[in-house]
C-alpha cells in the first residue's frame, strides 16, 4: 500500500509504538539478508555519503529512511572502520528537522580540514504547497565523534537558469580553495554539473556551469563526483535520462565516467573523451569516492536503483552497499579492482579444481555455497561458450558467461529466483575480445559482484534465490576449454 506523504516524512521519533520492533522482527526473518555487505537495520539505504578518512578511521554514512522501503525522511547513518571490511555502526549521523532539512537529509560528501570532519550534504525542504526548496548544509565532526549542524545552510539558494533539482554536492580542496561539484537540471530539463569555490568552507561562490561536451545527456546529473588520477581529471556521476543503445543505458538509470584533462577551475572546462558506464550489471548506481591514506582512490556505490521494486520491500528492508573497489587508469579507462583487505572474509579452507570440459557441465566436491568468493580463471581452445552457474538448483541459477562467437561477456539472472524489474530485461552484456578470462566473484546471499580481468569490466547485480539454490556448475559448450578455479567460503 502506497504511503502517504505524512507517512513517508515522519521522523524516527514519531513511529508507532511497537512499530520499530515489528520492522526489526520482519527484517530478522528474512532468508535475503546479506552476509558480508553494509544493509540497513530496517527500512530503505540508498546513497552512500561522507565517505572519508578521519581520526584514523574510515568513515561511511549512507542515505537511511527506517521506517520502511519506500523514498521516505532521509537520515545519514554513521559506519565506521579500521579496514574497509569490518563496519561498526555509530547510529544516526545527521539527523533532519531543521527548516533546511525538514523532509530529509539528502546525498552529500565529507573532507578532513584542521581536525575536524566537515559534512557538506544537500537538505530537502518542502513548502506549504509541496514545492521543493534544496539547500546545501554543512555539518561539523569534532575528534569526539560528535556531529554538529551548522544553524543555516552554506548555499541557500538555486542560481538562475537551474530547477530545484539541484543536489549531491561533493567536496576537494586544491591549493587554498575548496570546491564542490553539485548535480543539476538546467530549466530547459537537461542535466548537467556546476562549480562551487570557498576559502573557508563557509562563503561559497557560484562559478557556473562544467564546461562539458555533454550538452544534452539525459535529463538530470546525480551525485557528481571530480577527482584527479594520474594527472588526469575524472567526473563520475549518475544521469537519469539515457536512452538504450546497444548493449548500453539498459537499466532505469546509468551511473558513469568521463576522462580528459583535469579540470581548469578557472574556465570550469573539462576536456574529456567519451561516458563509459561503470558497471555492466543490472543494480549499481550513485557512486562516491575518496582517497585514503596509502594515496588509493576507493568507491563505493549503492547496489540498487530508484523508482524499483525490490523483493525485499515485504520484509521491512532494502538495498546494500557494494564492496569497495580501487580504482586506478589504464589506456584512458577506470579499472575497478576489489580492495586487498576483502582477503580477511576468507575463512581457513579452500577449495581448488583444474580441469578441462568437453562440451559438457560439471560440479566439484566444496563448490557449493550461499556466500563465498570465487576465483576462475579459464582459456578458451575450442569451446563456443564457457561459463558459470552459481546460487543454483534444480530451478534456479544465476548465470555469468563467456560467448566466443558474439564476442560477449553475458550476465542472465532471467532464472535467478524471484524476478527484479524484468520490464528493463533480465540480461546484461559487453564486448569482450581477449580469450583468457579471469572472473573474481563475490557471491552474498542475494547479490553479485563479479570484476572481469582484474577490473577491466564488472558485473553487480542483487539476486534473490531460495536459500537451498547454493550450486556451483562450470561448463563449456561445443568444445573444450581448459579452467581453473580456487573458492573461500565466508561464512
Not at 516524512?9 to 528474512?30: D, F, H, N, W
Not at 545519514?76 to 579500521?82: E, G
Not at 575548496?178 to 573557508?200: E, M, P
Request: charged letters at 25%; hydrophobic letters at 35%.
Amino acid at each position: 500500500m502506497k504511503m502517504t506523504r505524512e507517512q513517508k516524512y515522519r521522523m524516527i521519533e514519531q513511529a508507532e509504538p511497537g512499530e520499530i520492533a515489528s520492522l526489526e522482527e520482519k527484517v530478522e526473518q528474512c532468508h535475503w539478508r546479506q552476509v558480508f555487505h553494509i544493509q540497513p537495520p530496517t527500512g530503505l539505504l540508498n546513497d552512500p555519503n561522507g565517505f572519508s578518512y578521519y581520526q584514523g578511521e574510515y568513515h561511511l554514512f549512507y542515505q537511511w529512511f527506517p521506517l520502511g522501503t519506500d523514498h521516505g525522511m532521509k537520515y545519514w547513518y554513521h559506519l565506521k572502520s579500521k579496514d574497509l571490511v569490518t563496519w561498526n555502526s555509530a547510529g544516526i549521523g545527521i539527523a533532519p528537522g531543521d527548516y533546511f532539512d525538514s523532509h530529509g537529509a539528502y546525498s552529500g560528501s565529507a573532507l578532513e580540514h584542521e581536525g575536524k570532519l566537515y559534512m557538506l550534504y544537500t537538505g530537502n525542504a518542502r513548502d506549504e504547497d509541496w514545492i521543493r526548496h534544496p539547500y546545501q548544509c554543512m555539518a561539523v565532526m569534532d575528534e569526539n565523534g560528535h556531529i554538529t549542524k551548522w544553524e543555516h545552510p552554506v548555499i541557500s539558494n538555486v542560481p538562475e537558469g537551474y530547477t530545484d533539482h539541484f543536489r549531491d554536492p561533493k567536496l576537494w580542496k586544491d591549493g587554498n580553495s575548496f570546491y564542490c561539484v553539485i548535480g543539476a537540471q538546467r530549466t530547459n530539463l537537461t542535466g548537467c554539473a556546476v562549480l562551487y569555490r570557498s576559502t573557508d568552507l563557509r562563503t561559497w561562490q557560484f562559478e557556473g556551469e562544467l564546461c562539458t561536451g555533454l550538452e544534452s545527456f539525459g535529463y538530470m546529473w546525480e551525485c557528481p563526483d571530480y577527482f584527479e588520477l594520474n594527472e588526469a581529471g575524472v567526473l563520475v556521476f549518475s544521469p537519469q535520462g539515457l536512452e538504450p543503445s546497444g548493449d548500453e543505458n539498459h537499466n532505469i538509470y546509468q551511473s558513469g565516467y568521463v576522462i580528459g584533462k583535469p579540470l581548469d577551475t578557472g574556465t570550469r572546462r573539462l576536456e574529456h573523451g567519451a561516458f563509459h558506464e561503470l558497471d555492466r550489471g543490472f543494480d549499481f548506481y550513485a557512486p562516491q569516492t575518496m582517497i585514503d591514506p596509502q594515496g588509493r582512490r576507493i568507491m563505493v556505490a549503492w547496489m540498487g536503483l530508484p523508482d524499483i521494486e525490490y523483493p525485499t520491500d515485504p520484509n521491512g528492508w532494502a538495498h546494500c552497499l557494494t564492496l569497495p573497489r580501487e580504482l586506478t587508469l589504464h589506456e584512458g579507462k577506470l579499472l575497478q579492482r576489489p580492495i586487498p583487505e576483502l582477503t580477511t572474509l576468507r575463512r581457513n579452507r579452500e577449495d581448488r579444481v583444474a580441469d578441462t570440459l568437453f562440451s559438457e557441465s560439471k560440479t566439484y566436491e566444496g563448490f557449493t555455497g550461499t556466500a563465498y568468493e570465487l576465483i576462475c580463471e579459464v582459456d578458451l581452445l575450442s569451446a563456443k561458450v564457457f561459463g558459470i552457474e552459481f546460487r543454483a538448483s534444480e530451478t534456479e541459477k544465476t548465470v555469468i558467461k563467456y560467448n566466443a562467437v558474439s564476442r560477449k561477456l553475458v550476465l542472465d539472472r532471467s532464472q535467478s529466483g524471484e524476478p527484479v524489474a524484468t520490464s528493463y530485461g533480465e540480461v546484461r552484456q559487453c564486448s569482450w575480445d581477449k580469450d583468457h578470462i579471469k572472473l573474481h566473484l563475490f557471491v552474498d546471499t542475494s547479490s553479485v559482484e563479479i570484476f572481469v580481468n582484474d577490473g577491466e569490466e564488472v558485473f553487480t547485480s542483487r539476486i534473490f534465490p531460495h536459500p537451498e539454490s547454493d550450486e556451483i556448475r562450470f561448463f563449456a559448450d561445443k568444445g573444450e576449454a581448459l579452467f581453473q578455479a580456487v573458492k573461500w567460503d565466508f561464512t
